[in-house]
């Protein structure tokens, strides 16, 4: 998302949320490092610089889950919001409860309780 968008991820999520603390699951930090070895080009650009960002924030979770399971899990046992554009992992993070910020417009984050 802020490697399309030219987005400032963190502080979007600071203006929307106040003081956060930015967790990534397992799951999801193990599919980013799949994709760099199979992405080329401007997606694989895209892929390095998310792991460099990733890098930045805590990790959590257990492995073994898909990235989107691995969301859910840790956003409910966090009672946590969670960030993404998946249209089908938003209406899951839904229907269970838990908040979602997704980017609106190319510019800014928006959140969805």
Do not use: Y
Not at 18 to 33: H, M, N, Q, T, Y
Not at 35 to 43: D, F, I, P, Q, R
Not at 61 to 81: H, I, N, P, Q, Y
Request: charged share 30%.
């Amino acid at each position: 998302m802020p490697f399309e968008c030219s987005i400032d991820l963190e502080a979007e999520l600071k203006r929307l949320l106040g003081a956060i603390l930015i967790v990534v699951p397992l799951s999801v930090d193990a599919e980013l490092r799949f994709l760099a070895t199979k992405a080329s080009g401007e997606k694989k650009g895209r892929v390095m610089a998310a792991l460099k960002l990733l890098d930045r924030f805590e990790k959590a979770g257990v492995e073994g889950l898909s990235a989107d399971d691995a969301v859910v899990m840790t956003a409910l046992k966090r009672k946590g919001v969670a960030v993404t554009n998946d249209s089908e992992l938003r209406r899951r993070l839904r229907a269970v409860g838990v908040p979602v910020v997704f980017l609106k417009g190319k510019q800014q984050l928006f959140l969805e309780e």
